[in-house]
DNA sequence: GTGAAAGCGCTAACAC
DNA sequence: GTGTTAGCGCTTTCAC
């Protein structure tokens, strides 16, 4: 059996009152026994059993982390920066995979409530109304990953996504190409799927070019999916001279299959992606891709829920990262 | 305040023994009274503390997974089977991103056990022996991944690199190769590194070939690492036909490098890897390599610590998966 | 400045 | 079968 506060107020002949004194400074404790109540704590090894103090401070110094596939490139990134400052508050992690199933996350929901934690860091690939019903009525702070909620009453933290997809889409344009397809991300409206959606269809409006149907087409962050429509593309004949996929690893399955197929990318066929993660400036050719401060959007979901813990103020519900648009190789210049 | 086993037992007019005896079957209750407490729970949504029954049972229902980096892409896919499996046996996952620096290791094995932790899941890139020591002292069940502890107390899965790195500096030997480069993990010697470089010395050895020590290179699991040596290689002009790195990530690095400087792949060199990562058959060309059941060992790994937690007997300390060569394009045969 | 005692929400003897 | 009670290890009034 592990030692006690009652056993260090034993040895050191206190109350074990003054010993929680001493470890929590909560009170003034005379420097004689203080000292002495140090050392056996040191000699002894002595650590205080977070259970039970959360059991009677209410506190767990936990925060659930909730997220669709732990295995994923983007997320994996952002766990770093969850982590990372998530302990230097304190907190431990509570990690979910969801795989993205609505079920799923409302049970890691119920369950992370159940064991207490004190906020929850939650990432979906689609944000099901039932979800923000229920998420909306919890007391547990929740914060959303990569997601616009201007419209809810749930922070979250991510780029401007519309923006983004407007220079990415400005910038294909501004190269000359004029055949632009987009493999969009298959979404809820609310989305920031659709945020991109409207940036793109900005950027060929005001350039007077029409959305072409055949060419905007919804992926489902697989690689294998980007891998099929491209193949369509090609045998339907209707292979556009730029592929904007908003997210890397769809960009990626894109130019495998132009790869596969014969086509040459940039020389053939332009690609840019979305996210910028490690694999974007691994993969040949490199992407062209808009960077997202990726650590950063896991660093301040972490510190706006420890804000909400501490019933701080937010100076805005939704925080708006810096993004970037990074020219790489997977993209070129026509005439 | 949320609602307690108290309130639940005042509404149903039963004492608070009952309601827990309901709530974990703990004894028999006679139908009438399961029902109507049952029916208080359900109404009230009443979910038992679970703060306060780890108190109690001295358990936590938390296993600590300690690892070097969440980002990785190995241990990214890892961590879905821990979470699987661990999830399923009522576990919650503590994560610890330790950077693989011994003071962090440390510093969380001892947070960990702080926080009652009932088994500890450990991963890192070096072993250290002041980490070895401190493992074996503790009593928390601690098993580790991708590590052969056959000399060690401590229980550990992983699949049989010695022979896996034998087979496919083999399969390199008899694809017609003399000049065979090992990019091998700088790692002291009871780690997996050892063993894989002794695969390759048994390969080399009984073809009758010698190792070349401008050809046996430590990388350190980055990229960039590879990338530099195999560059070196080219400025030495002593480049290879062939190329073992022992992670994929390091093989893919190798390629750029290869790629960047006008050789091709597998035309000029022949490059292999190691783990099979799904980015392994993502990158172009795919990537020949070393197929480890990734998931299975995170699963595999809870399900030890599980066994030891519950005190029961292991089959045995180490358990070693099995592998397969998985040939694609990143090599070929040469005359 | 210090100690006694209550109580956090629960489980598990122990009685009946 | 059911209720009473004693803790689990800690924090925090409330006295002194």
């Known amino acids: 059996m592990s030692i006690t506060i009652k056993d260090v107020a034993k040895k050191a002949g206190v109350s074990i009152s003054t010993v929680s004194r001493v470890i929590n400074s909560s009170k003034p404790v ?25 059991l009677v401070m209410k506190k767990s110094q936990l925060i659930g ?29 509570l ?6 199933q609505l079920e799923q996350e409302l049970r890691y929901l119920n369950l992370l409530q159940a064991k207490q934690v004190e906020g929850i860091v939650f990432m ?55 055949k632009i397809a987009l493999i969009r ?18 950027a060929l409006e005001e350039n007077g070019l029409e959305i072409d149907d ?24 209707i292979l556009p001279t730029a592929i904007f996929a908003t997210s890397d690893v769809m960009a990626i399955g894109a130019i495998n299959c132009l790869l596969d197929n014969g086509y040459e990318v940039p020389g053939d066929v332009s690609v840019v992606g979305f996210n910028d993660i490690k694999l974007a400036s ?10 997202q401060p990726i650590y950063d959007i896991g660093a301040v979901s972490i510190r706006i829920i420890v804000k909400m813990i501490n019933k701080e103020e937010l100076d805005s519900n939704v925080v708006i990262l810096p993004h970037e648009l990074v020219e790489r190789d997977s993209s070129k210049k026509i005439k």
């Open 185 to 202: 991300n298959s979404l809820d409206q609310d989305a920031f799927g659709f945020d991109q959606f409207r940036g793109y269809q900005k």
């Open 30 to 54: 005379s420097s004689e026994i203080r000292q002495k109540v140090l050392k056996i704590i040191e000699d002894t090894g002595y650590q205080p059993n977070p259970i039970a103090r959360s």
């Open 124 to 178: 979906t690939w689609k944000l099901q109304d039932q979800l923000v019903e229920y998420i909306e009525k919890i007391d547990t702070p929740v914060v959303l990953i990569n997601r616009n909620t201007s419209k809810l009453l749930i922070p979250s933290v991510s780029i401007d996504n519309f923006q983004a997809a407007y220079e990415m889409t400005k910038y294909i344009f501004d190269n000359g190409h004029k």
């Open 282 to 291: 691994i993969y040949r050719p490199n992407l062209t891709t808009i960077h």
């Open 95 to 100: 990690l979910c995979n969801t795989y993205g």
């Open 214 to 237: 055949n060419l905007v087409r919804y992926g489902n962050f697989k690689l294998e999916n980007s891998y099929e429509i491209v193949k369509e593309f090609i045998q339907k004949d």
């Open 65 to 93: 982390v909730v997220v669709p596939d732990i295995s994923n490139f983007f997320i994996g990134e952002i766990l770093n920066g969850i982590e990372e400052i998530g302990k230097m508050y304190g907190y431990d992690i």
